[in-house]
């Protein structure tokens, strides 16, 4: 059983940045790929990217493309996502996600395929 905490949100006005923090505990990172997902309110949970656990390929939404990386360090257990020159429409509540149920240089955009979510962090962005 693979428990995941976010971290790292918060609050700040539009043109900033933040980066959130996954760290996992309790299974082997380097075997898990890793996805980051937000919902805001009123609206179903939205992939925002994800990075594989061979050869660190990643994917994006186009919504964040450009403005938003994702990376991972497997020493420390912990996948990052870069957010800059952030937008009010970025409000959400962010996940992490895990799972190991596809290939080794995959990165799945659909929440189905991943097995272990995070309780989430806060970021609003203020125009």
């Known amino acids: 059983q693979v428990q995941l905490v976010e971290s790292g949100g918060g609050l700040v006005q539009a043109g900033g940045s933040l980066r959130l923090s996954c760290t996992a505990s309790?299974?082997?990172?380097?075997?898990?790929?890793m996805g980051w997902f937000r919902q805001a309110p009123g609206k179903e949970r939205e992939f925002v990217a994800a990075i594989s656990r061979g050869t660190y390929a990643t994917r994006y939404a186009d919504s964040v493309k450009g403005r938003f990386t994702v990376s991972r360090d497997n020493a420390k257990n912990t996948v990052y996502v870069q957010m800059n020159r952030l937008k009010p429409e970025d409000t959400a509540v962010y996940y992490c996600?895990?799972?190991?149920?596809?290939?080794?240089?995959?990165?799945?955009?659909?929440?189905?395929?991943?097995?272990?979510w995070g309780q989430g962090t806060q970021v609003t962005v203020s125009s």
């Open positions: 309790g299974g082997t990172f380097s075997t898990y790929g």
């Open positions: 996600a895990a799972g190991q149920n596809f290939g080794v240089f995959a990165v799945p955009e659909r929440s189905y395929e991943y097995d272990y």
